[in-house]
């Protein structure tokens, strides 16, 4: 996560868009924690709890109470929830996981993940060794338009397949399950979606976040009882209803070994190779990830992930629908 960019924790009930020092891009079961300390610019929203028999409920009433923050993001100019399809992307090791209570991520932002968090171990953290391409259909529910005006939700952090983030259970009681988003600012990451890019227009990358059965437990625990209870929202044609607002799709994947043009990872680093020194800004024995905060390197990169997945999945789009956050 970003190493420098904090905000001041928002208090009671408010759910913040914020994330807290984890690794949350990787689909992994280790706990291991990132050096780096990671805050984001908060999004506020209105939460009401209530034991009201009358309000829809996720999870068993909690005690009769009311905590209002004010909204802070513009006014809404569009007419409502809509269906959207994106594509995510989610850097992984060899092994599979649920598509669900997971964060992912836009190009450019995973991205700058592999270059913040993963290439700078040697070998690389968590084992990661491709980045994999999903197709999200997603209709958020009318409450955070309402709240928002926009189509996202807050973005929660996942870490072993559980929310980390502050106030999860009043979001998922009072939004639903919904699709969250966060930006990367342009100070933080030099992965924009335009080139050339000065702050504050554009931005560094997006993180999201997908809110899935017993998203409050970790992974070995989320038993049956607790899928029942807590249902997410995946689910096979998204409604916009509570329970159901999106759908993920595998839709290809490409190995870190063509990307850096690295066929044997091991024997590079066994013999000296290192992909990324914060120190030096550069490699020993590969350039691919050199100039971390190079806009024109980091374009270079984007430009030939997409050309990567352009070439080998000539049948699937090579672009969705790209939707601004919130």
């Known amino acids: 996560e970003p190493e420098q960019h904090s905000t001041t924790p928002v208090a009671g009930a408010a759910v913040a868009a914020t994330a807290r020092t984890t690794s949350t891009m990787t689909a992994s079961s280790s706990s291991a924690s990132s050096s780096s300390t990671t805050t984001w610019t908060t999004r506020t929203f209105t939460l009401t ?14 005690p009769t ?43 450019g932002g995973v991205l700058w993940y592999l270059h913040n968090e993963i ?17 999200v259909t997603m209709k958020n529910t009318e409450a955070v338009f309402k709240a928002d005006g926009g189509q996202f939700g807050p973005f929660v952090a996942f870490d072993d397949g559980q929310c980390t983030a502050k106030g999860c259970d ?91 043009s690295i066929p044997n990872y091991t024997e590079f680093w066994h013999t000296g190779g290192r992909e990324y020194d914060h120190e030096t800004d550069r490699g020993v024995g590969t350039s691919f990830w050199n100039g971390k905060h190079d806009q024109a390197q980091c374009a270079a990169r984007m430009d030939r992930l997409r050309e990567l997945f352009r070439t080998q999945y000539t049948f699937l789009p090579d672009r969705l629908e790209e939707p601004s956050c919130p």
């Not at 569009?78 to 209570?101: F, P, V, W």
């Not at 290439?119 to 197709?135: F, Q």
């Not at 988003?181 to 554009?202: F, H, M, N, R």
């Open 49 to 62: 709890t209530t034991s009201s028999s009358s309000a829809p409920r996720l999870r068993p009433p909690l």
């Open 65 to 107: 109470t009311t905590t209002t923050t004010k909204v802070t993001t513009a006014t809404a100019t569009k007419t409502g929830s809509r269906e959207i399809s994106l594509y995510m992307y989610r850097a992984q090791s060899d092994a599979d996981y649920d598509l669900e209570n997971i964060n992912a991520a836009d190009l």
């Open 119 to 135: 290439v700078v171990s040697t070998p690389r953290k968590y084992g990661v060794t491709r980045i994999l391409r999903l197709k």
């Open 170 to 260: 009043e979001l998922w009681d009072n939004f639903g399950y919904v699709v969250g988003c966060q930006v990367l600012g342009t100070t933080i990451s030099a992965y924009a979606d335009k080139w050339p890019c000065e702050p504050p227009g554009g931005f560094g990358g997006l993180w999201y976040s997908l809110s899935g059965h017993c998203p409050s437990r970790r992974l070995g625990e989320k038993g049956p009882d607790c899928k029942a209870i807590f249902q997410g929202g995946a689910c096979t044609e998204p409604t916009g209803e509570m329970h159901c607002t999106f759908r993920v799709e595998p839709a290809g994947q490409i190995l870190l070994a063509d990307l850096t």
